[in-house]
Nanobody, 126 residues
């Protein structure tokens, strides 16, 4: 129904910035609630940020508040995650996800998402 592809990851130093992008094909982003997750080697997947279909409501985990900004452009079927003041603990594979949950405005649980991208590596050195 929908394919998601992330890009924008890389190797940066602590304090630097990166902007991740997620591009959808098959169906428009406007049909889904969207989110970003991350997973470090040997660790469980962690919720990072979520955004409502209209972009009005956004949610973040406490550790990234004030540093990360999630956004989406439904006309372009894209979603972005602007990451500023990166820390070594931000190192992980970041994945975008889409959920078709009519009764939910913002989706935070990984089990609630039906579609996932392949992930993009973010490495922050100290």
């Amino acid at each position: 129904q929908v394919q998601l592809v992330e890009s924008g990851g890389g190797l940066v130093q602590a304090g630097d910035s990166l902007r991740l992008s997620c591009v959808a094909s098959g169906r428009a982003f406007s049909n889904y609630a969207l989110g970003w997750f991350r997973q470090a080697p040997g660790k469980e997947r962690e919720f990072v940020a979520a955004i409502s279909r209209s972009s009005i409501i956004k949610s973040y985990i406490d550790s990234v508040k004030g540093r990360f900004t999630i956004s989406r452009d439904n006309a372009k079927n894209t979603m972005s995650l602007q990451m500023n003041s990166l820390k070594p603990e931000d190192t992980a594979v970041y994945s975008c996800a889409a959920a078709q949950r009519p009764g939910m405005v913002v989706v935070k649980g990984p089990h609630e998402y039906e579609f996932w991208g392949q992930g993009t590596q973010v490495t922050v050195s100290s």
